[in-house]
């Protein structure tokens, strides 16, 4: 099946502690993504990658990292997570610029 | 200005009726519009892709595009129960920029 796949689901943590999100996906799609999903303030762009080791920031990039070193996989990194870093993350994917977005299921982040 | 504005509704309708969504934009460099779904506890799920102006339709649903009034629309005819989910519009200018701005989403209820 033809997916973007995250991990984990749900992870509680604590300030400060370093974390990564996985995501994955099978579809060989040159493009991936990641948002975070806020109430009241919608889907926000964090990151994106356009091809392997080409990634740009979109448009809340602070406190976030990432990396493309194969097509299929973009992880997520939080160096010193905050608690304003509590929200909801998807990852997306899509196959070139005629294209929508394929997004996972989700990542449920909360920093205490 | 925001650059994607859209009404968060909620919107309740009977189950049957025609549903019209709408979310204007000020950035006229967008080339790319697009719709997704999102039901509760999920990652929004792709419904329609158009480029530049015109109409595209997919079964019960057709989206518009106007780029004269920065205005787009998404049908939904003979609207039914597993409709209801909240619908984000999303945009993206044409050029290497992989940059994609969502509106903050309508929140929809068909009532059988």
């Known amino acids: 099946e033809a997916q973007v796949t995250q991990n984990p689901r749900y992870l509680i943590t604590v300030t400060g502690k370093k974390l990564t999100v996985t995501c994955s996906q099978n579809?060989?799609?040159?493009?991936m993504s990641w948002y975070r999903q806020d109430p009241g303030l919608g889907l926000r762009q964090i990151y994106y990658s356009m091809n392997v080791e080409v990634t740009d920031k979109g448009d809340v990039p602070e406190g976030y990292k990432v990396s493309r070193k194969e097509k299929r996989n973009f992880p997520l990194i939080l160096e010193s997570p905050s608690p304003n870093q509590t929200s909801l993350y998807f990852c997306?994917?899509?196959?070139?610029?005629?294209?929508?977005?394929?997004f996972g299921s989700g990542t449920r982040l909360t920093v205490v | 200005q925001k650059e994607v504005e859209q009404d968060p509704g909620p919107l309740s309708v009977p189950e049957g009726a025609i549903v019209s969504l709408n979310c204007t934009y000020s950035?006229?460099?967008?080339?790319?519009f697009m719709w997704y779904r999102q039901y509760s506890r999920k990652g929004p799920e792709l419904l329609m892709y158009t480029y530049s102006s015109g109409n595209k339709e997919d079964g019960r649903f057709t989206a518009q595009v106007d780029k004269s009034s920065k205005y787009i629309s998404l049908f939904i005819r003979d609207s039914q129960p597993s409709d209801s989910a909240t619908y984000l519009c999303a945009m993206k200018a044409q050029g290497g920029s992989e940059k994609l701005v969502f509106g903050k989403g309508t929140k929809l209820t068909v009532n059988p």
């Open positions: 997306a994917s899509r196959a070139g610029a005629n294209y929508g977005y394929t």
């Open positions: 950035n006229s460099a967008f080339q790319y």
């Open positions: 579809m060989n799609h040159e493009y």
